[in-house]
T-cell receptor, first 114, second 115 residues
């Protein structure tokens, strides 16, 4: 979906370094999500945010941090505590409703270790 | 937490034949079941979804069925075409008053359409 922009497309991290992945959406969606995808695996939820200034841990939050200071932005920081960060990272967003709503994904960021 | 199992991991069918992908889930609180198609190196795209108050939903050549009692749901693609070749993911989401909880995904099925 053209409304969700992830950058950069490729990112390299040195040992002990923190890196931040950007996710911006202009769909006016309240909710945003970060998933990690490894080869041959499904997507695993890292963090999600239902509203500005609020976020919840997903299934694999250790070694990651997020912030949600603006509705349109949900950056993900991969910290040095994440010992196996090499993966494809996908950001998604959705509207909020009385029940779960369809999630729309960005093009992803591929993170590798130098 | 929720656990979603997806089978088969690879499915090869002749062009024009039907393809069926099956998923099971563990959490009876889940009530939202989307299916995503992901082409190599691209973003997952939602192709169809179903909620627990519905047993079946169709959209042209694609249909999804849900058996809430047995906790399984399936994707059916009829009259398969070469452009259907991709990895397909099922997912399950819990009922949420906020309507914006994360999803639990299956590991994916690589669908190959043989000409």
């Amino acid at each position: 979906d053209g409304g969700i922009t992830q950058s950069p497309k490729y990112l390299f991290r040195k040992e002990g370094q923190n890196v931040t992945l950007s996710c911006e959406q202009n769909l006016n969606h309240d909710a945003m999500y970060w998933y990690r995808q490894d080869p041959g695996q499904g997507l695993r939820l890292i963090y999600y945010s239902q509203i500005v200034n609020d976020f919840q841990k997903g299934d694999i939050a250790e070694g990651y941090s997020v912030s949600r200071e603006k509705k349109e932005s949900f950056p993900l920081t991969v910290t040095s505590a994440q010992k196996n960060p090499t993966a494809f990272y996908l950001c998604a967003s959705s509207i909020r409703g009385l029940q779960n709503q369809p999630q729309h994904f960005g093009d992803g960021t591929r993170l590798s270790i130098l | 937490g929720e656990n979603v199992e997806q089978h088969p991991s690879t499915l090869s069918v002749q062009e024009g034949d039907s393809a069926v992908i099956k998923c099971t889930y563990s959490d009876s609180a889940s009530n939202y079941f989307p299916w995503y198609k992901q082409e190599l190196g691209k973003r997952p795209q939602l192709i169809i979804d179903i909620r627990s108050n519905v047993g079946e939903k169709k959209d042209q050549r694609i249909a999804v069925t849900l058996n809430k009692t047995a906790k399984h749901f399936s994707l059916h693609i009829t009259e398969t075409q070469p452009e259907d070749s991709a990895v397909y993911f099922c997912a399950a989401g819990p009922f949420s008053g906020g309507g914006a909880d994360g999803l639990t995904f299956g590991k994916g099925t690589h669908l190959i359409i043989q000409p």
